[in-house]
């Protein structure tokens, strides 16, 4: 599996578009990338998901440029119930969670606070 | 859709206790998993289901931990003897399908404090 880096914690204030970036420099020919949501005291929610250029849903927005080294999460005007911690996953969906030595782990994620 | 459910919400313990949560999820998700997340962590994968089998437990202290998923459904952690860094939150998620671009679902977790 890719190893991800995302910064720790980013401040926005609210109404504003956040756009959180992941790396993802090993990222393999197959993988996905993925982005999950986890609110205090909830477990993490699935967000988006893409392979190339960019994915719209009615959440969030992911881009990705031509190398598939990073992706960037964007969230258009964001409130304050978006404050939350945001996880970048990267996968192949031909092999198997558990093949391997590696595990789908989430790493520490980006902490999200939105200011009133 | 009914979401993945777990069972309690809360549970504090004194160390060398024993305590079980539950889980039931999506219905008709063959993969189950459980996580820990430890407070300021991310989740650790501590064992994957497939059915009811396991395919993956390397994560897992099996010193204290053990955990089932009898028919293939509903599943129990248990943790015997608890110890102080047990203290942590068990999320329990489960997936249609087991590869590692699976969409995951969580429940909202047991937040388990060991004193």
């Known amino acids: 599996l890719a190893k991800t880096t995302q910064p720790i914690s980013m401040d926005s204030y609210e109404g504003q578009e956040v756009n959180i970036t992941c790396s993802h420099n090993?990222?393999?020919?197959?993988?996905?990338i993925t982005w999950y949501q986890q609110f205090p005291s909830q477990g993490p929610r699935f967000i988006i998901q893409?392979?190339?250029t960019k994915v719209t849903n009615e959440v969030a927005s992911l881009f990705i440029p031509a190398d598939r080294k990073s992706s960037t999460l964007s969230l258009p005007r964001v409130s304050l119930s978006d404050t939350a911690v945001y996880y970048c996953?990267?996968?192949?969906?031909?092999?198997?969670?558990?093949?391997?030595?590696?595990?789908?782990?989430f790493g520490t994620g980006t902490r999200l606070t939105i200011i009133p | 859709e009914a979401g993945v459910a777990q069972s309690p919400r809360y549970k504090i313990i004194e160390k060398r206790q024993s305590v079980a949560f539950w889980c039931n999820p999506i219905?008709?998700?063959?993969?189950l998993y459980w996580y820990q997340q430890i407070l300021g962590q991310g989740p650790k994968l501590l064992i994957q289901?497939?059915?009811?089998?396991?395919?993956?437990d390397s994560q897992l202290p099996k010193d204290r931990f053990s955990a089932e998923r009898l028919k293939g459904v509903d599943s129990t952690l248990k943790i015997q003897p608890a110890k102080l860094e047990d203290s942590a939150v068990y999320l329990c998620?489960?997936?249609?399908?087991?590869?590692?671009?699976?969409?995951?679902?969580f429940g909202s977790g047991t937040q388990l404090s060991v004193l």
């Open positions: 998620a489960s997936s249609a399908g087991r590869d590692r671009a699976e969409k995951l679902f």
């Open positions: 090993n990222i393999a020919t197959n993988d996905y």
């Open positions: 893409g392979y190339k």
């Open positions: 996953l990267v996968g192949d969906p031909g092999i198997p969670a558990n093949f391997g030595n590696e595990k789908l782990t």
């Open positions: 219905s008709g998700h063959a993969t």
């Open positions: 289901f497939q059915n009811n089998g396991v395919v993956d």
